[in-house]
C-alpha cells in the first residue's frame, strides 16, 4: 500500500482536476491529482472544442495558452442554417468585439498535463479513486486503487472533478444534495473526418429531418454532429449514411455537397442536463460536470468547468495562505448562479435546434423561435453575448 499526504487531493484529470492543480501549485499548495484512466486515454479522448473570450484570457493568465494562443481558430461569428438558408451571427460585431476560440479539449488536456509533468507534481494515472472518508473532519482520506496498488491520500481538501457520475457526488450521505435533472429526447452522433472543413465557422443546422453541427479541430479535420434518436446504435450507421444525412440536412443552393474524407472517430452521446447542489459537503468541493452536465448545444460544459476553477482556486489559496474561509463559503452560491445560466442557454440552444419527429406544435414553435433569433436584432445580439461569454458575466 502507497500512503501520500497532501494539502489538496483532486480527482479526476480532465480540464477542471488539472487546471486547478495548476493554480494551487503556482501559489505553492501542494496537491494529488488521481486518474482513472489512462494518460494517452484522456489525452486522446475527444470532446469540447469552444472557448469562451473570457475563458481564454483566464487560461492565458493562467500560464497555460500558448499553444491555445499559437494554434486556436479564432472565430468571429457562427452560422445558423435553417431550412436550408444561411444566417451568419456575427458574434464580434454584436458583442464587443469578441470571439471564441475553437481549440479541442483534448489539445488543451495535453498542455495542462504537460504543464504539471515539468513540474514533476504528483499526477497517478490508471489509479481509480473508490472511497472517501472524513469529510466532515478535520483531515480526509482518499482510497484509491492504482491497477492492483492500494493508494491512500490524505489531505485537508478533496475536489470531485471526476465529471458526471462521479465516485465524489455518490461518497457522502444520502439527502446531502439536490439533484436536477433533464433528459432530452436526442443524442449526438459524432465524428472526426479527414476532411477539410467546409466553411471558416461553426454551422448550426435546423433541418426538418434533424439537428446537424459543422465544427472543426484544424484546417484539415473536420467535427461533425447529427442529432439522432436517444436508442440510436452506432451499428446503424456506416460512413456512407452518415455522409447522406449530413448532405441532406447542411445541403443549400450554394453548397449542394459537404467535402469528405476517411471518418476517424465516432461516437454517441445522449442529451441531458444535471445541476447537483450545493456544490459542497464539509471538505469536499464539486467542480465541473461532477456538479453540473449541459447538453452539449450551447457549447457551454469545459466553460462551466474551467469557470469553477477560477473561482475555486483563489478560494483555496485564501484558506491556505491567509486562513481566510469566506470565499470558499462563497463557492457554491457563486457557481450555481453561473450554472443556471448556463444551463438556460444550452435547453434554449437545444429545445429551438433540434426537431421533434412527431409533434408539430412543438416544431412550429421552434421554428419561429430560430426566425427570431436571426432576424430580430435584440433575439441576435443576447444570442451572440450568451454563446461568447456567459460564464465570464
Ligand atoms: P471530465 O473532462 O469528464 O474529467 C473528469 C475526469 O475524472 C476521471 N474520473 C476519475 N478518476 C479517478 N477516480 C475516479 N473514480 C474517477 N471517475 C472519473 C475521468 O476519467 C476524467 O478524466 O470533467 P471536467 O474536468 O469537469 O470537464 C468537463 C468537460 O469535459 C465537459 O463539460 C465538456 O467536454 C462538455 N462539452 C463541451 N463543452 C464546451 O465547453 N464546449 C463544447 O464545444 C463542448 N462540446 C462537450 C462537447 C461534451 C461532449 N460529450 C462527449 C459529452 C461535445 C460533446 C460531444
Ligand atoms: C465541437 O467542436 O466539438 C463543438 C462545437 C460546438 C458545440 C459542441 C461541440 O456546441
Given at each position: ?8 487531493a483532486?480527482?479526476g ?5 488539472l ?7 503556482q ?114 482520506t ?36 439536490n ?20 466553411s ?6 435546423r ?19 447529427l ?9 446503424n ?31 454517441l ?64 452560491a ?37 426566425r ?11 444570442l ?8 465570464s458575466?
Amino acid at each position: 500500500m502507497k500512503s501520500v499526504r497532501t494539502d489538496v487531493a483532486i480527482i479526476g484529470a480532465g480540464p477542471a482536476g488539472l487546471l486547478l492543480g495548476h493554480l494551487l501549485h503556482q501559489a505553492g499548495i501542494d496537491t494529488v491529482v488521481l486518474e482513472r484512466r489512462s494518460r494517452e486515454y484522456v489525452e486522446q479522448r475527444l470532446r469540447a472544442g469552444v472557448i469562451e473570450h473570457g475563458i481564454a484570457n483566464f487560461l492565458e493568465e493562467s500560464g497555460v495558452a500558448k499553444r491555445l494562443r499559437a494554434e486556436g481558430l479564432v472565430h468571429h461569428g457562427i452560422e445558423f442554417r435553417l431550412e436550408g438558408r444561411s444566417h451568419r451571427i456575427a458574434l464580434s460585431d454584436l458583442y464587443e468585439g469578441k470571439a471564441i476560440t475553437v481549440y479541442g479539449q483534448s489539445e488543451l488536456v495535453k498542455d495542462l498535463i504537460a504543464t504539471r509533468l515539468a513540474y514533476d507534481a504528483p499526477l497517478f494515472f490508471e489509479t481509480e479513486v473508490e472511497r472517501l472518508e472524513g469529510l466532515t473532519s478535520q483531515e480526509c482520506t482518499v482510497h484509491a486503487n492504482g491497477t492492483g496498488v492500494p493508494i491512500v491520500v490524505t489531505a485537508d481538501y478533496v475536489i470531485g472533478s471526476d465529471g458526471g457520475h462521479g465516485v465524489a457526488v455518490r461518497s457522502v450521505p444520502e439527502g446531502t444534495f439536490n439533484r436536477a435533472e433533464r433528459v432530452y429526447p436526442f443524442s449526438w452522433l459524432g465524428i472526426l473526418a479527414e476532411a477539410p472543413p467546409v466553411s471558416d465557422e461553426l454551422i448550426y443546422c435546423r433541418h426538418d429531418r434533424g439537428f446537424a453541427l459543422y465544427s472543426m479541430r484544424s484546417p484539415t479535420l473536420s467535427r461533425l454532429y447529427l442529432g439522432v434518436s436517444p436508442d440510436e446504435s452506432l451499428e446503424n450507421w456506416n460512413d456512407e449514411r452518415i455522409w447522406r444525412e449530413l448532405t441532406l440536412r447542411l445541403a443549400t443552393d450554394e453548397m449542394p455537397d459537404l467535402p469528405q474524407g476517411p471518418i476517424t472517430e465516432r461516437s454517441l452521446t445522449a442529451m441531458r442536463s444535471v445541476v447537483v447542489s450545493p456544490m459542497r459537503y464539509g471538505r469536499l468541493f464539486l467542480a465541473g460536470d461532477a456538479a453540473h452536465i449541459v447538453p452539449p448545444t450551447g457549447a457551454k460544459g469545459m466553460n462551466l468547468a474551467l469557470a469553477d476553477v477560477r473561482v475555486l482556486a483563489p478560494a483555496l489559496i485564501a484558506k491556505f495562505l491567509n486562513s481566510d474561509e469566506t470565499r470558499l463559503d462563497a463557492y457554491s452560491a457563486t457557481c450555481l448562479e453561473r450554472v443556471w445560466r448556463a444551463e438556460e442557454f444550452s435547453t434554449f440552444m437545444t429545445q429551438m435546434l433540434h426537431p421533434h419527429p412527431s409533434d408539430e406544435f412543438e416544431n412550429g414553435v421552434q421554428r419561429a423561435r430560430a426566425r427570431q433569433v436571426v432576424s430580430v436584432e435584440s433575439a441576435t445580439r443576447t444570442l451572440a453575448r450568451n454563446y461568447v461569454n456567459l460564464s465570464s458575466l
